[in-house]
């Protein structure tokens, strides 16, 4: 590789990561107690017992209506809307959202549990509330809220760079130098950077994942928005210039439910988002079905049912683009391989902060003509820089 093009892949290296570090620092802080959230949760008392029979999607003598679980969470909520219902395959617990108004904010949102066998409640939390929830916000928008998630997708992008443009200066670096070598009887400036490039070398497929998952993540809500102007639109194109229809005339869940399952044999309902949302049109219950194995309960197909007649309307998968969100969300945490894998994320992350410090330190400490000696240590193969 030539100088100039070792020049330019330096400073594409050195600006991206100059610029994105002090966030990617936050992410890693508040990244670390998100892998753990279900133990923490729980630790803290905020997750409902675990409980054993029929899961609350299914159909059966020993499970109360649909009907009659929602109306017992609007009873405890009154003058508030329905605005989702989401089940547990495994347990009798079901969850309802309600809201003052269909599309209402998040945290005017209040999420009630009941045990669909008993039709008794099992717990009762507002979306954001806790410790949890305050580092879940700052993590994901920085209490900015679109704003934020948007500016924090760049700065994932900026990772990605920085990362990607560290293996490419890598290669030339070592080319003369045994792979993982650490130069510890040198300077503390040559340890430094040897450490912080076999780190970077080790966990790059990691925080390649990690990075673009969480760029993923960022960009949900213009994703959803554009699916809701393009393929939810042509769903409901016979609906246009219809006025919403309003909650007092919302049909029976039972009937719109046996209506999805008809047209999806052999899938299980995740959730069911009604009219007015941002999974809906104002005038369906989406209900969104998963698959029955690891790999297809990650991609759902939304079934449109007419929220008024209970007739299905149009059903089919969702675009790649939101089958990308939807697998990474999980991927991003590492919450889908138990904890295990959940220590291998955090030991990961931890790595990441050091990466992350040790490049800070190497800038700080930098000394005149640094990046034209940088730039013939890099092209030397590693060996300019072994005298210092």
Not at 24 to 38: E, Q, R, S, Y
């Amino acid at each position: 590789m030539k100088s100039s093009t070792i020049r330019i892949w330096y400073l594409v290296h050195k600006w991206t990561s100059l610029i994105c570090t002090i966030f990617l620092m936050m992410l890693c802080v508040t990244g670390l107690p998100l892998i753990f959230h279900d133990e923490i949760d729980a630790l803290l008392g905020h997750e409902p017992a675990p409980m054993t029979g029929l899961g609350s999607s299914g159909e059966g003598p020993g499970l109360l209506p649909l009907d009659t679980m929602l109306e017992k969470a609007l009873a405890q909520r009154p003058g508030e809307v329905p605005l989702f219902m989401a089940f547990d395959n495994t347990t009798p617990v079901l969850t309802i959202t309600t809201g003052p108004a269909p599309d209402s904010p998040a945290d005017e949102m209040t999420i009630q549990l009941f045990d669909r066998s008993t039709g008794e409640p099992a717990g009762q939390v507002s979306e954001g509330e806790g410790v949890m929830g305050f580092i879940l916000e700052l993590h994901t928008d920085m209490f900015l809220g679109l704003p934020g998630m948007l500016f924090l997708g760049v700065m994932g992008i900026l990772f990605v760079v920085a990362t990607l443009s560290g293996v490419v200066l890598y290669a030339p670096f070592m080319r003369r130098l045994a792979f993982g070598t650490l130069r510890v009887s040198r300077s503390k400036r040559l340890k430094q950077l040897d450490y912080h490039n076999l780190l970077g070398i080790v966990a790059l497929a990691w925080i390649v994942v990690v990075g673009s998952t969480g760029v993923i993540n960022a960009f949900a809500t213009p994703l959803i928005q554009f699916w809701q102007q393009s393929e939810l639109a042509e769903m409901t194109a016979a609906y246009q210039g219809v006025e919403p229809l309003p909650p007092s005339r919302y049909g029976s869940l039972d009937k719109a439910m046996a209506a999805a399952r008809a047209a999806r044999p052999g899938n299980n309902p995740q959730f069911i988002a009604f009219p007015g949302g941002a999974y809906s049109s104002q005038h369906h219950y989406a209900v969104f079905l998963q698959g029955d194995t690891a790999l297809t309960e990650r991609m759902l197909t939304p079934a449109l049912i007419d929220a008024e007649t209970g007739k299905l309307t149009d059903v089919r998968p969702l675009p790649w683009y939101l089958t990308a969100l939807l697998f990474s969300q999980p991927l991003h945490f590492g919450d889908y391989g138990g904890l295990p894998l959940k220590l291998i994320w955090s030991v990961l992350t931890l790595a990441t902060v050091w990466i992350l410090w040790t490049g800070v330190l190497l800038w700080l400490r930098r000394e005149p003509g640094a990046v034209e000696r940088r730039i013939v240590e890099i092209h030397s193969g590693g060996t300019a820089g072994e005298a210092a």
